[in-house]
């Protein structure tokens, strides 16, 4: 029998942030969120993100692997949340001051077919768009120095915020860099100049090595037993699926590269490949557990401005992937205590169990 666990967490990567884990059975604080409908439809006559509808969508502005018979396209969003267009410049007064809403909001058709999940894609096809990922990140970074970072992400469900069934990621480019790149960038520096190694890869190095036995002070008995290994979901050549031990949401996984990188942009081929891999089965992993929880993805990278130069040797680029079981409550949003009701170590036991093909 587990024994529950009540205690905060601090995130290794960003210690200001913590994660209250309360596992008490019967003690339900959060609502349990539903999971969403699948729609498993491989073509819908009137959705226009599937093929024969492409005249629905605004101008495409990349198709992989080709315009004809595309599997992944690239639009602009019919309603972009940042524009070209320059609206009320210069209407700042006294504390209430506002940047331009200047920038880019792009949709990635992830896949031809409407309603496959991302792991029931295949890996030649992962592979294809996480390089579409890269491509389009670059070009935006190349396109206009005022756009800071480029954000890539993908809503899946009504509670993760997707509006439109098609299975499809977006691509938001920002005039300002994110509040959460910047503390783990500016966080992951300061260890560095103190350890002067990589903290994200002292995380895998533990995650693969560690182990420990706390025994209690007085009495000898064994009080914790810590098996770091214990979070690792998935491994690959070249990738590793771990499961945070101070995770935020309940099957929070984030997928790093083992070998340090810190811009996603430098990814191969190989990489690629295997990223797809690790990828596919991580989600297949959480598919089982969770059957079609709703979620989110996105990728955090070293952002290209002048401010982080200096940075690669201290940053480590990864992807967070984050279900959404449970609606955040009061407590959190007002304290900024997430509450995580799975132990992590449990979660990352029942996504490894899963037996894949
Ligand atoms: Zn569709
Ligand atoms: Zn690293
Ligand atoms: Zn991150």
């Not at 267009?85 to 506002?98: A, I, K, S, V």
């Amino acid at each position: 029998m587990e024994k529950p666990v009540r205690e905060i967490r601090i995130n290794p990567i960003v210690p200001s942030e913590s994660v209250l884990v309360a596992t008490a059975r019967g003690m339900r604080p959060k609502k349990a969120e539903a999971p969403a409908p699948r729609d498993t439809r491989s073509h819908v006559e009137t959705c226009p993100f599937c093929t024969g509808n492409e005249h629905m969508t605004p101008p495409v502005i990349a198709s992989y692997p080709a315009e004809k018979n595309w599997e992944i396209r690239i639009v602009e969003n019919l309603y972009p949340v940042l524009g070209d267009d320059r609206q009320n410049p210069n209407l700042t007064f006294g504390l209430q001051q506002t940047i331009d809403g200047y920038g880019r909001h792009e949709v990635m058709i992830d896949h031809n077919r409407h309603g496959i999940a991302i792991h029931e894609m295949g890996e030649p096809h992962l592979a294809l768009l996480f390089g579409a990922y890269r491509d389009r990140m670059e070009q935006l970074y190349r396109s206009n120095s005022r756009l800071r970072y480029v954000l890539v992400f993908k809503n899946f469900g009504p509670a993760a915020g997707a509006s439109i069934a098609h299975t499809h990621s977006q691509v938001i480019a920002t005039p300002v860099i994110p509040d959460n790149v910047q503390a783990e960038v500016s966080n992951s520096r300061a260890f560095y100049h103190k350890n002067h190694h990589c903290v994200f890869c002292s995380l895998i190095d533990e995650a693969l090595t560690f182990e420990a036995t706390i025994y209690d002070r007085e009495s000898g008995e064994i009080r914790r037993k810590i098996n770091v290994g214990q979070y690792v979901i998935e491994r690959g050549k070249r990738f590793i699926a771990i499961k945070p031990f101070a995770s935020r949401y309940e099957w929070e996984v984030h997928i790093l590269p083992l070998a340090h990188q810190s811009d996603f942009l430098r990814i191969s081929k190989d990489d690629l490949n295997d990223l797809a891999r690790v990828m596919r089965r991580t989600m297949a992993r959480l598919d089982a557990v969770l059957g079609g929880a709703q979620y989110n993805y996105f990728l955090h990278s070293l952002p290209h401005d002048v401010q982080f130069e200096g940075c690669e040797a201290s940053y480590h680029w990864h992807l967070e992937i984050t279900p959404r079981t449970s609606i955040p409550t009061g407590f959190e949003l007002g304290s900024g205590l997430f509450v995580n009701t799975v132990a992590p170590e449990m979660a990352a036991e029942k996504l490894r169990a899963v037996v894949l093909d």
